[in-house]
């Protein structure tokens, strides 16, 4: 599985952006797809996870009720809605998958990695 992620950008504290992970190779509907994010100097952390089918999704404290992920297997896309942005969102974010059940919050229970995109949040 290649995974591309893109929709990164500068905004403002309290507004919003959407990121894409676009998908190809193997088939994408069978996998668990993630979203992981890294800032200066930290570890990755986990974001949010969607099962393979959409129905099962599963966040990290930081982004419940503000992040929302989805994703629309027709067009081989997983979607991470960013609203209420924070500048400590600021980082390089990561789509992933797996092969295995949503749940998963460590970078190494996940197979497939794609290059990230930049998102600055300035106060």
């Known amino acids: 599985v290649q995974l591309q992620a893109y929709g990164g950008g500068l905004v403002q504290a309290r507004g919003s952006l959407r990121l894409s992970c676009a998908t190809s ?29 959409g129905g099962l999704t599963y966040y990290a404290d930081s982004a419940k009720g503000r992040f929302t992920i ?28 797996r092969y295995g059940a949503v749940g998963a919050t460590e970078s190494a229970q996940y197979d497939y990695w794609g290059q990230g995109t930049l998102v600055t949040v300035s106060s």
């Open 25 to 53: 190779g193997r088939p994408f509907s069978r996998y668990t797809v993630g979203w992981f994010r890294q800032a200066p100097g930290l570890e990755r952390e986990f974001v949010a996870a969607v099962s393979w089918n």
């Open 70 to 97: 989805s994703r629309d297997n027709a067009k081989n896309t997983v979607y991470l809605q960013m609203n209420t942005l924070k500048p400590e969102d600021t980082a390089v974010y990561y789509c992933t998958a």
